[in-house]
């Protein structure tokens, strides 16, 4: 994928925390986070959380279309992402069986789990209307990015949505 996409992840870092600093709640970053990306990643549609709670995804602060409330884990690249532990980018949404289709410009996705003392308690999800949008370079971003969300955050707020399932190995 070309670079011009690929925003400065060392300064958008940097204003990630700035942003988050001396705010705990998980739904006032999540949300503030979601507005930042929107404003500061290019080409994509939709951007923002879902959460474990009550052993599936439910969505949580986001920017862009009304999306599906609920995912089950396993199901979509969401749940996939939940499911495995692990950040699963899908340069062509339509090649991805199962993909679930809130939004019909998307075109390729890029979900991040948020692993917490090893367990899932939720994912950011980002969709872009052009296919293959997702670099490896956004790939590292985007993890960073939510390392920092993770650490600004008081995570225990996440214990009440559920304890959140192991990483697949
Ligand atoms: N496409 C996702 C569903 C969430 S929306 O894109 C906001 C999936 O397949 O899990």
């Given at each position: 994928m070309s670079t011009s996409h690929t925003p400065d992840y060392s300064a958008l870092l940097a204003e990630l925390a700035a942003l988050l600093d001396g705010q705990r709640d998980v739904i006032a970053n999540a949300a503030n986070m979601s507005a930042l990306l929107r404003e500061r990643l290019?080409?994509?549609?939709w951007v923002g959380f879902y959460f474990v709670r009550t052993g599936e995804l439910i969505v949580g602060p986001f920017q862009g279309?009304?999306?599906?409330a609920r995912i089950a884990l396993g199901q979509g690249v969401c749940g996939t992402a939940a499911a495995r532990g692990r950040t699963v980018v899908v340069p062509d949404v339509h090649a991805?069986?199962?993909?679930?289709?809130?939004?019909?410009?998307?075109?390729s996705e890029i979900v991040v789990p948020l692993v917490v003392q090893g367990r899932v308690v939720g994912v950011l999800d980002v969709d872009s209307?052009?296919?293959?949008?997702?670099s490896q370079q956004d790939c590292w971003g985007l993890e960073q990015l939510v390392s920092v969300f993770l650490r600004a955050?008081?995570?225990?707020?996440?214990e009440p949505i559920g304890p959140g399932i192991a990483p697949q190995e």
């Open positions: 290019a080409d994509v549609n279309r009304p999306a599906c991805f069986p199962g993909h679930i289709a809130c939004d019909d410009r998307s075109r209307p052009l296919r293959d949008r997702f955050t008081d995570v225990t707020q996440l």
